[in-house]
Nanobody, 114 residues
Framework: QVHLVESGGGLVQPGGTLSLSCAASGNTFTIISMGWFRQAPGKQRELVALAASTGRLTYAESMKGRVTISRDENRVYLQMNNLRPEDTAIYFC??????????WGQGTQVTVSQ
């Protein structure tokens, strides 16, 4: 089992900056990747960014140039810049573990509004 705890999120004005962090505990030695997904109201959950244990980073096209993902062992961070109202969503931390697949955090709300 892998347990994920997120922190960060909140309300930010358009053009603003926000940081998210996520800490994994449990069977972390078999985690293949950690990253972030988001889900806006009425929409499917979508990828924001992933950091593989190999060091490979993957970004959603809509977020390239505006977000930076970083990973430090069992923690993953997301720095978001120049936020837009359409970035408003619940952001979920994700860990993909070798044996049991996906684990999810509880989600943290990000609201971009004046």
């Amino acid at each position: 089992q892998v347990h994920l705890v997120e922190s960060g999120g909140g309300l930010v004005q358009p053009g603003g900056t926000l940081s998210l962090s996520c800490a994994a505990s449990g069977n972390t030695f078999t985690i293949i990747s950690m990253g972030w997904f988001r889900q806006a109201p009425g929409k499917q959950r979508e990828l924001v960014a992933l950091a593989a244990s190999t060091g490979r980073l993957t970004y959603a096209e809509s977020m390239k140039g505006r977000v930076t993902i970083s990973r430090d062992e069992n923690r993953v961070y997301l720095q978001m810049n120049n936020l837009r109202p359409e970035d408003t969503a619940i952001y979920f931390c994700n860990a993909f573990e070798y044996q049991r697949g996906d684990y999810w955090g509880q989600g943290t709300q990000v609201t971009v509004s004046q």
